[in-house]
């Protein structure tokens, strides 16, 4: 228990401290109007309170990630504790918030159009794809997941999955289209607040009960008793997305930079809502740990190990009581839900900004947004028909996550250099999160499957030539007295 109230500890402090720092560097200027009044236009761009801008960034980037993510993680012992605090407050907190002030700063500009600026025009091409396929997935994978647990709840009543996936999909294309202010910016902060009460119960729960709780310093407490099929580096890391960095959030940044009000905002409502994000995912973590210990990790009546769905409902309903299993209705189904559809809104303006096509219309958003919605139910209805086609699904969904976090890792750092500001805030997570994703594309069963060691070796190696050829093409570039665009 020690080390777990020290870990949220560590969590607090560091949004105070270190959100501090990371604001000073990117340097606050709150006298600069910002998008939602220079280019507001009703549906976009819209400025909206700051508390009501937290709660929507916060739901956007939460989703299943703090729950299931933690859950997974929970069977790397307290290896997940430090990489929660750790992630969040040196890699995720700071890969959001200097993400989201970037697209401030660039009139609200969307992820590709972010990393084209500082890594080049190819790149914006590639991640204009890579991107927008990735919205698509989540929107497939949030949809199916919710859908199951809705269609088992309400089975008995005759509205099956299928009902459930119709009903999702229509609210999908509503708040897609709609005004953010109209549905996003009305439904949200209820749901967010959702989320976080639960996370509160659950840990008064733990503070109350006071479970038994392993140590960091506990003979074993680090070791993953499964390495031989999930070694710590990388599937922890990629497991762990969510609730310590996840490239996805980037997508979700500039959503709110066309929203908020004033640059001295975005430590809150950027940095702020990852560490919330944090805490709970360090929550649930111990949650589960308490679970599995109970437990173990086998379900008796199937023989299967049991779900994350299976093991957050248990907890709610158990720890909390009726109120509980409301609470696990929204979270676990409805807080998904709603990271999907901002998914595909993300798509949408991806898309748009990549052709410069005005969104103010309904009938251009429609001309973006049709073909969107048949790519997602084609994945979705693939996912369902074949048998391992959602695990296949959410794997690489997992691993395309934490891959876009690395290429928005180093056009930050580019950003940093170009602007003579510790550019090394960012430069470290970037590096460790190459060797991450190199290495897991390697050694797992679903990308190249070479044996760890020889993965891990490349991974290295790979991370290394990447971080040289970064560093040496800016320095050759200054040397040359090139001059970089200026930010709008």
Known sequence: MISFLLALAALIIGYLVYGRFISRVFGVDDSRQTPCYTRQDGIDYIPLPTWKVYMIQFLNIAGLGPIFGAIMGAKFGTASYLWIVLGTIFAGATHDYLAGMISLRMNGASLPEIIGFFLGRHSRRLMGIFITVLMILVGAVFISGPAELLGNMTAGIGVTTYWWIGIIFIYYVIATLCPVDKIIGRIYPFFAACLIFMAVGILCYLLVVRPELPELWSAGSLVNRDWEVNPIFPMMFISIACGAISGFHATQSPLMARCIKNEAMGRRCFYGAMVTEGVVALIWAAAATCFFQANGTINPDTGKAYTGAFVASSICNNWLGLVGGVLAILGIAIAPITSGDTALRSGRLIIADFFKKEQKSMKSRLLIAIPMFILTSSVLIWS????????????????????????????????????KKPWIVTFLPAVFMTCVCSTYILVAPEGLALPYHVGLGIGVVLSLFVSVSTLVGHFQHVKQHRVYPKLS
């Open 384 to 419: 369902m028909n074949d048998a391992k086609g959602f695990g296949i699904l959410w794997r690489y969904f997992a691993w395309c996550n934490q891959a876009l976090s690395v290429f928005t890792l180093w056009a930050i750092t580019v950003y940093l250099l170009r602007e």
